[in-house]
Structures are given as C-alpha cells and as structure tokens.
C-alpha cells in the first residue's frame, strides 16, 4: 500500500513536498513515480526515479524539468516530490506508483502499485 501525503494550497512561486510512503511492503527495491491529474484529462507523467543498487537515476517531464525534484529514501521506506516554484497549471491531485522493475517510464499502464492522490492547488 502506497500512501501520498504533503499536499494542500501554495501561491505561485511557492514550494511543496509531497511523500509517498509504503506499508505493508517496501519501496526501497523499487521504482517510483509521480503523476498528476486533473478532472476529465488523463493521468500525466510528473517523474520517476529507478531502483539500482547504484546511483538511481530520474526521469522528468518536461513542464516540470529544474523545479521537481524526485528523491527516495530507502531507509524510511519513502518517496519524496520537491515541488519548486509552483505555477497553477501545477495545480492537479497528485498519485505516487511504484514498480519492481526497474524502469522510469511515462506510461501509467507500467506501474502496479497506486497510492491515493493527494491534492496540490496553486492559487493565489
């Protein structure tokens, strides 16, 4: 079970960071990614961040490259989204997934498991 936590209500040029946390299971050998909806479009790609036994690398959607930051720390069982300098086009409920594999994909049919959204608003 994924749990996503962290959002709420930001002015623009505000920051936020969001967690997503396991129980139940663990995430620290796993790949993890965020995405992001808003009513009536389809889930969007936001980044994702691979599981290796090296140096993890990321994957990030253009519209959020140099202000999103995806971390993970495996001791804590917990994903992490810094969110920089929100815009409201930011504004959306936000969804963690996780994987096995070892992957960064954009595509949500490739991550299994889903935590609850939570819900990020940029809004002055």
């Known amino acids: 079970q994924l749990q996503a936590s962290g959002g709420g209500l930001v002015q623009p040029g505000g920051s936020l960071r969001l967690s997503c946390a396991a129980s139940?299971?663990?995430?620290?050998?796993?790949?993890v990614a965020w995405f992001r909806q808003t009513p009536g479009k389809e889930r969007d790609f936001v980044a994702a961040?691979?599981?290796?036994?090296?140096?993890?690398?990321?994957n990030y959607a253009d519209s959020v490259k140099g202000r999103f930051i995806i971390s993970r720390d495996d001791a804590e069982n917990t994903a992490y989204l810094q969110m920089n300098n929100l815009q409201p086009e930011d504004t959306a409920v936000y969804y963690c997934?996780?994987?096995?594999?070892?992957?960064?994909?954009?595509?949500?049919?490739?991550?299994?498991?889903w935590g609850q959204g939570t819900l990020v608003t940029v809004s002055s």
């Open positions: 961040i691979r599981w290796s036994r090296s140096i993890p690398n990321t």
């Open positions: 997934a996780a994987s096995i594999s070892s992957t960064t994909t954009p595509h949500p049919s490739a991550w299994r498991s």
């Open positions: 139940g299971g663990t995430i620290s050998r796993s790949s």
